[in-house]
């Protein structure tokens, strides 16, 4: 087929410009000759790995930690913002140490730098916080108490002898992993608030995807080798930022990642930017509606497409491709796909349709301060913070329907306007119409504060700005239909130019890294001329990225 500009070229039609979209476009005009086209419904790119601005401050929408166990990822994302060579203000303020490359950046006079960040999460449960990954530490045992102690570890030693024989849910997948005592005290309250129903209702897969290989044991074995190895953290040692990589340490363990300057929206807007400057195309505001087929079904022929013009009117163009990539979530591609000339099949559709996704609301408040307590050690480089030293905190009292809290501050000094303020999110996890929803923002903005206030982290008086965020479709859901997918997958898998990647394109909790991975497989694929989606769907299904699922 021929593009718009006559140039001979074949043309990939990407739907979505977040992480996926944005990847495929790139990998296409570095190794193919292949035009890619993107269509973008929203107004900004990245998707949910989007950058927020309000008021001079930034806001990551769920927080991104830029840190793969793929090579191939990691210096992906440092070819686009090479990691620095000098220390950022908030380390130069406090005296901390940090992973440098010779000759690197400077955060001080580039805008265009990774930052290699230290990680540090809490769990905030009876009023108290609480280490996560969860420490056998003296603060813990204080904090919980022997008798709960106790009974967190008979219920761990007796799930390790007697383990579940079949996991049949989410909650038989914490169990096996932790214990009832430890499941109920620091899991299932903060699980439930994200996906609105019981563990006992949730497939096992989404742990599968999320934990991993996290257990107690390896929580443990992770804590000893700190110990042994004198508290040493990751350094960059090489240009190649090889030693930051911590290969060997489970995701949910791992010291310290990297980070754009200006949160995660700022890399995808230069992958954007170089997209467009090696002759790929972008187009903001623009939904893909309908998709059609050859008469046979084997192909995509061409999508249409929707935008408004400057007077509001609706537009409606049918663009022709030679491969359709789509990130859109699934339940709204396949009802694009269903048209009388190519009806897809009742089973198919009706099990689209009742594909389940949790959407998110985030409450960005400027502080004067917090009454949560700095976890730092007196003497350290934390200790001198003014405020926490964490990335975030889980909530898991139960009482309130905040599930996390960020601190920006953390993730990137350069987030935020005003060093002396605290800028943090309050996220909240909804479905779309529901009663946190629609309401007004001004009242859910009071009704966080309320809240924020009802746990003792901080006073209504020390707000002095505040913003809300409406994410839709956040988070694909393993409950609904999701048991049945396999059947969409069988019905769109044999589309010959189909290629189906990302978060909501796959239905699958991916991490960045995962949808970036994918954008790559289906590339290679066109580069090769495949047509078999194996490969593709094994992302984050293999070993290194998947759990065991043996007991």
Known sequence: MVDGNGSGKKVAVIAGAGPAGLTAALELLRTTGVKPVIFECEDVVGGISRTARYNGNRMDIGGHRFFSKSDTVMDWWQGILPLQ?????????????????????????????????SRLSRILFLRKLFDYPVSLNGDTIRNLGLWRMFKIGMSYIKVQLLPARKERSLEDFMINRFGVELYRTFFRDYTEKVWGVPC???????????????????????????????????TAGSADGADIRQKDTETSLIGQFLYPKFGPGQLWETVAEKVQEMGGEIRMDTKVVGVNRSADGKRVESVVVESMDNMGVLLRETVPCDYFLSTMPVKELVAAMDCEANPVPAEVRRIADGLVYRDFITVGLLLDKLLIKNPAKPGTPESKLKFVADNWIYVQESDVKLGRIQIFNNWSPYLVADPEKVWIGLEYFATEGDEMWRMPDDEFIKFAIAELDKIDVARPDAVRDSVVFHIKKAYPAYFGTYGEFGKVREYVDPIENLFLMGRNGMHRYNNMDHSMLAAMEVVKCIREGRTDKTALWNVNSEEEYHEDKKS
């Open 200 to 234: 006992s209702k949730i497939s096992p897969d989404w742990g599968g995807q999320r934990i991993k290989g996290l257990s107690i044991t390896k929580t443990v074995i992770h804590a000893l080798k700190q110990v042994f190895a004198g508290g040493k953290k990751a």
């Open 85 to 117: 060579g000098t220390a950022s203000k908030d380390d130069l303020a406090i005296g901390r140490s940090v992973p440098l490359v010779a000759g690197g950046p400077d955060p001080e006079k580039t805008d265009y730098v990774m930052l290699c960040r």
